[in-house]
């Protein structure tokens, strides 16, 4: 059975860090490009970051880059999103999503074949 599970969310100051997980299950992360996603409250679901299935190149919104990185563990079958210096602005919930497509930058949400469940960040003082 496919699944990914995301994991590590949680109620950060402004100016914190979280890191979260995604673990796979049922397929091999590295042979997909994987995305990380955010939606908050109200708003469309907006791509954050992602790992591409061709060379694995790794891209960032604007409005995350210099903050986050994304990075993947093989052995564990994990990608990793770890968010720095973070905003009330990222508050929101944090998809991880998997797709067999190829493709040299990231793709649309509307691509990706596989869902976590999601887990919630919320950044406020």
């Known amino acids: 059975q496919v699944q990914l599970v995301e994991s590590g969310g949680g109620l950060v100051q402004p100016g914190g860090s979280l890191t979260l997980s995604c673990a796979a299950s049922?397929?091999?992360?590295?042979?997909?490009?994987i995305g990380w996603f955010r939606q908050a409250p109200g708003k469309e679901r907006e791509g954050v970051s992602c790992?591409?299935?061709?060379?694995?190149?790794?891209f960032y919104a604007d409005s995350v880059k210099g903050r986050f990185t994304i990075s993947r563990d093989n052995a564990k079958n994990t990608v990793f999103l770890q968010m720095n210096s973070l905003k009330s602005e990222d508050t929101a919930v944090y998809y991880c999503?998997?797709?067999?497509?190829?493709?040299?930058?990231?793709?649309?949400?509307?691509?990706?074949?596989?869902w976590g469940q999601g887990t919630q960040v919320t950044v406020s003082s």
């Open positions: 049922g397929f091999t992360l590295d042979a997909y490009a």
């Open positions: 999503a998997a797709t067999d497509l190829v493709a040299a930058a990231c793709l649309p949400w509307s691509e990706y074949d596989y």
């Open positions: 790992f591409t299935s061709s060379r694995s190149r790794a």
